[in-house]
T-cell receptor, first 114, second 114 residues
Framework: AQTVTQSQPEMSVQEAETVTLSCTYDTSESDYYLFWYKQPPSRQMILVIRQEAYKQQNATENRFSVNFQKAAKSFSLKISDSQLGDAAMYFC???????????FGTGTRLKVLA | NAGVTQTPKFQVLKTGQSMTLQCAQDMNHNSMYWYRQDPGMGLRLIYYSASEGTTDKGEVPNGYNVSRLNKREFSLRLESAAPSQTSVYFCASIGGTANTGELFFGEGSRLTVL
């Protein structure tokens, strides 16, 4: 069975600095999708970034980028130039193509210090 | 653009009472989900509906029932609430293509069972 592990329950970063959130997963599949979702204090979860496993190139979305290491089954999220609005719970998620089920990690709470 | 709408946002029940959480999406999505979020446990899938007319159990279906009323609406029912069902409940639907499927979430419903 697939699993997703986020080993950092909580992280802090100074405003304007860079922070990396870790995510590892376990799967025997070669084709899958990985996601990072952000849940601000208002609670509505939104997609931050998505990575297709067959793509070698790491996904980027403005200040957000991932370090996808397929062999190591690692999918970390880097937030550059951190802003107060980045403070949230971040969830890593896995999905196998052709299925409807997502597997979420337990989340990392990010605090941004002014 | 309403997206995914959940009602109610807050509810307090006594043990043994029943209630239904309502969810509606206006994005013409085929697939809908119900998750519960508990501290330290991330999001766990209760039930999902891959398409109108079908429903399937997720990781934690015991004590819940669902109805996919039509393509827009997917309700979650607690027949006899228990304190262990105290949680925040999220409805979600899949957007984009069937292969990548970004999840769109509602704002959540906080349920307390006394």
């Amino acid at each position: 069975a697939q699993t997703v592990t986020q080993s950092q329950p909580e992280m802090s970063v100074q405003e304007a600095e860079t922070v990396t959130l870790s995510c590892t997963y376990d799967t025997s599949e070669s084709d899958y999708y990985l996601f990072w979702y952000k849940q601000p204090p208002s609670r509505q979860m939104i997609l931050v970034i998505r990575q297709e496993a067959y793509k070698q190139q790491n996904a980027t979305e403005n200040r957000f980028s991932v370090n996808f290491q397929k062999a190591a089954k690692s999918f970390s999220l880097k937030i550059s130039d951190s802003q107060l609005g980045d403070a949230a719970m971040y969830f890593c998620a896995y999905r196998r193509p052709g299925t409807y089920k997502y597997i979420f990690g337990t989340g990392t709470r990010l605090k941004v210090l002014a | 653009n309403a997206g995914v709408t959940q009602t109610p946002k807050f509810q307090v029940l006594k043990t043994g009472q029943s209630m239904t959480l309502q969810c509606a999406q206006d994005m013409n999505h085929n697939s809908m989900y119900w998750y519960r979020q508990d501290p330290g446990m991330g999001l766990r899938l209760i039930y999902y509906s891959a398409s109108e007319g079908t429903t399937d159990k997720g990781e934690v279906p015991n004590g819940y029932n669902v109805s996919r009323l039509n393509k827009r609406e997917f309700s979650l029912r607690l027949e006899s609430a228990a304190p262990s069902q105290t949680s925040v409940y999220f409805c979600a639907s899949i957007g984009g293509t069937a292969n990548t499927g970004e999840l769109f979430f509602g704002e959540g419903s906080r349920l307390t069972v006394l």
